[in-house]
């Protein structure tokens, strides 16, 4: 609703929009700002009014607004097509039509699909396959024998296939290394954070499935799987083993315990610390992780701790008066 003629030229926040950009209100929480943006249009929700600016309406404001940023800018990447002199690609390996820069290393029999974009000093090991159209940025380490599927997205500094922790103690007391002879795979689309690390298998396959959207330092253990469409934001930590549905939410800093499962679907709290398997379609938090309506209630009766302390230290200071009260005087002789 509003004027039609408006002219777009760009996009911006609620709050630092200025004419001729389009802008969006995806969080109620920032509706003050509608009073005061100088945002041209606003993509707001379907009950949003605010008759003095233009508004599009629909049912998702955030999705309208991705869909509008890839309308006004398209992802520009720097890496001239073929092969930089300066790389070192082994006789056996397998190049497609690709881009790649400068020092990056292709280790032997390694794969490197069409259109894939390789950034200086990427790391690509023995017998490692990078699907058509992925990006690695610079500094990423794909170690043998790993595969990444097609328009996958790795940012700086993320390794793939480092070894996973596995330690066996002699009667001596002495940490044994456990060889990590599996493998990582990636499924399509995958986007992975920067400085995240995904864990070798010990034996078999560490999977991380079509679809999933990883954020910056994030630990993936060994042998675990993550199914397709999952989120996980910043310092999560998932130890090995542990089997993660489709569509999980993981938010920031939360710790997973080895060897349990995440049903598909299931949302985790920030900084919940995650000790037992997990049902489908449930929300936790808290640590130890429980339902998150229990973990509320859980909270707000700690917060109360400290006034119920204080009151139960008054209750028993008016019983000991009592008592003194009530215990029968002795008779002077």
Request: charged residues 25%; glycine residues 12%; hydrophobic residues 40%.
């Amino acid at each position: 609703m509003g004027d039609p003629d408006v002219k777009i030229t760009g996009l911006a926040g609620i709050k630092e929009a200025r004419p001729g950009e389009l802008t969006f209100l995806a969080n109620t929480r920032y509706q003050e700002f509608l009073n005061t943006t100088q945002a041209s249009a606003v993509i707001v929700g379907l009950e949003v009014t605010a008759p003095h600016i233009p508004l599009i309406r629909v049912k998702d404001p955030y999705l309208a607004y991705q869909r509008a940023a890839e309308g006004f800018y398209v992802v520009s990447y720097s890496v001239a097509k073929g092969i930089h002199p300066a790389t070192i690609v082994a006789e056996s390996a397998r190049i497609g039509q690709a881009s790649i820069g400068p020092y990056v290393v292709i280790e032997e029999e390694a794969e490197v699909g069409d259109e894939a974009i390789l950034y200086p000093f990427v790391y690509i090991g023995r017998r490692a396959k990078v699907g058509n159209k992925t990006v690695l940025y610079p500094n990423v380490s794909i170690r043998e024998e790993c595969e990444i599927g097609k328009c996958c997205i790795l940012h700086c500094g993320v390794v793939i296939g480092s070894d996973g922790f596995g330690f066996a103690t002699d009667p001596k007391g002495i940490h044994r290394k456990i060889p990590q002879v599996g493998q990582v795979i990636l499924g399509d689309d995958v986007e992975i954070g920067a400085n995240t690390t995904v864990d070798r298998a010990a034996l078999g396959v560490t999977v991380i499935k079509s679809g999933t959207k990883i954020d910056n330092l994030v630990q993936v253990g060994h042998n675990v799987v993550i199914g397709e469409n999952c989120l996980l934001a910043g310092q999560v930590g998932i130890s090995g083993s542990t089997e993660i549905g489709d569509r999980v939410v993981i938010g920031g800093q939360a710790g997973l315990a080895g060897h349990i499962q995440v049903g598909g679907r299931a949302i985790i709290g920030a900084q919940a610390g995650v000790t037992k398997s997990v049902p489908p379609d449930a929300a936790v938090s808290g640590y130890p992780a429980r339902p998150h309506s229990e973990a509320k209630r859980r909270e707000a009766a700690v917060l109360r701790l400290p006034e119920a302390l204080r009151r139960i230290a008054e209750l028993e200071r008016r019983l000991e008066a009592l008592d003194k009260k009530r215990k029968p005087q002795r008779k002077a002789r």
